[in-house]
C-alpha cells in the first residue's frame, strides 16, 4: 500500500486548506486512515482520523472544530480540510492507514498505522 499527500503550501493565519491522501494498493474495506503531524524537536501527533467501514471520525482537542476528515469520491482518497489555520498548525502532515483498525475507533497512536506518505509542508504565516 503506499499514500500519497499533497495540498501543502503557505497560508496567513486565518486562512483555510485542504490536504488530499490518495492510497493505492490492496486492502480490506475495514481500515482507518489518519493524519498526523510533525514538528522539528517534537513528536508525531494525531490530528484526525476516520474508519473506512464506519465512517466515524476522530480530531486532536487542537483541531476539533477546524479541521474535518473526508473521504473523497474515489476509493481510499481522503481530504483533510483545514480552517482558522493559526502558526501553531504549521508543520509537515503525513497521512497514514491502518489496515486492522480497532472496530470501534481510530486508532489515534502513530505506531497502529503501518503504511505512511511522504508528507505535505503546512506553513501559517501569522
Known amino acids: 500500500v503506499q499514500l500519497q499527500a499533497s495540498g501543502g503550501g503557505l497560508v496567513q493565519a486565518g486562512g483555510s486548506l485542504t490536504l488530499a491522501c490518495a492510497a493505492s494498493g490492496r486492502t480490506s474495506t475495514n481500515y482507518a486512515v489518519g493524519w498526523f503531524r510533525r514538528v522539528p524537536g517534537k513528536e508525531r501527533e494525531f490530528v484526525a482520523g476516520?474508519?473506512?467501514?464506519?465512517?466515524?471520525?476522530y480530531y486532536s482537542d487542537s483541531v476539533k472544530g477546524r479541521f474535518s476528515i473526508s473521504r473523497g469520491g474515489a476509493e481510499k482518497t481522503y481530504y483533510l480540510q483545514m480552517s482558522s489555520l493559526q502558526p501553531e498548525d504549521t508543520a509537515v502532515y503525513y497521512c497514514?492507514?491502518?489496515?486492522?483498525?480497532?472496530?470501534?475507533?481510530?486508532?489515534?497512536?502513530?505506531?497502529?498505522?503501518?503504511?505512511w506518505g511522504q508528507g505535505t509542508q503546512l506553513t501559517v504565516s501569522s
Open positions: 497514514a492507514l491502518d489496515p486492522a483498525p480497532n472496530p470501534l475507533n481510530v486508532a489515534t497512536i502513530s505506531s497502529r498505522y503501518r503504511y
Open positions: 476516520v474508519s473506512r467501514r464506519s465512517g466515524n471520525s
